[in-house]
């Protein structure tokens, strides 16, 4: 079992409809949590971090996090089709803060 | 303000050879990483510095990896003797450390080892 899991996809929507991405992870001592996007060809970039229970939002992103059930999630409302691209989850672990853990990656297509 | 800078961009080999790959992090960054990303996959960590020290480099394939930070700024990324299981995009991330430690990518070097 990997330590950070995603489903790799593809995951298809309407342009304006709400895009739930999730990544579950194995140890419970995880700290923060990051979403990443990736566009084909491109390097990650940071999209939000979140590292307390609840919801946490920024714009159209919404990031979830329930420690008890050790998932997070991204939701991405009024989905563009500029928002097509892979999502990678990334978990930093309580006893090497600096560290970064990514998962595979959702494939995320926004269909106009 | 500048990204993280990475040189080259391309880079194709024929297996057995040397090959390097060079990284400028964002001014200030203390933290440097070495990631390797095959294609379907997220970025696996190779090394992590702080400052000029390697503090993980468990994933680092050490016979034939090496890397280096002088100085705690710039880092190079060395291959020798290269394989073909080595074609990969090679990503370069810097961050100011920490646990909430945004990580901001270079644009990557993209291998390939015939």
């Known amino acids: 079992q990997k330590e950070v899991e995603q489903n790799s996809g593809p995951l298809s929507v309407p342009e304006g409809a709400i895009a739930s991405l999730n990544c579950t992870y194995s140890d419970r001592g995880s700290q923060s949590f990051f979403w990443y996007r990736q566009y084909s060809g491109k390097s990650p970039e940071l999209i939000m971090f979140i590292y307390s229970n609840g919801d946490k939002e920024d714009g159209r992103f919404t990031a979830q996090l329930n420690k008890a059930s050790q998932y997070v999630s991204l939701l991405i409302r009024d989905s563009q089709p500029s928002d097509s691209a892979t999502y990678l989850c990334a978990v930093n672990y309580n006893t090497n803060a600096g560290k970064s853990t990514f998962g595979d990656g959702t494939t995320l297509t926004v269909k106009p | 303000e500048a990204g993280v800078v990475q040189s080259p961009r391309y880079k194709i080999i024929e297996k057995k050879q040397p090959v390097a790959f060079w990284c400028n992090p964002i001014?200030?960054?203390?933290?440097l990483y070495w990631y390797r990303q095959n294609l379907g996959q997220g970025p696996e960590l190779l090394i992590r510095y702080e400052n000029e020290e390697a503090v993980d480099d468990s994933q680092l394939p050490k016979d034939r990896f090496s890397a280096e930070r002088l100085k705690g700024v710039d880092s190079t990324l060395k291959i020798q003797p290269a394989e073909l299981g080595d074609s990969a995009v090679y990503l370069c991330?810097?961050?100011?450390?920490?646990?909430?430690?945004?990580?901001?990518f270079g644009p990557g070097t993209r291998l390939t080892v015939l």
């Open positions: 991330a810097s961050s100011l450390g920490g646990s909430l430690n945004e990580q901001f």
């Open positions: 001014s200030g960054h203390n933290t």
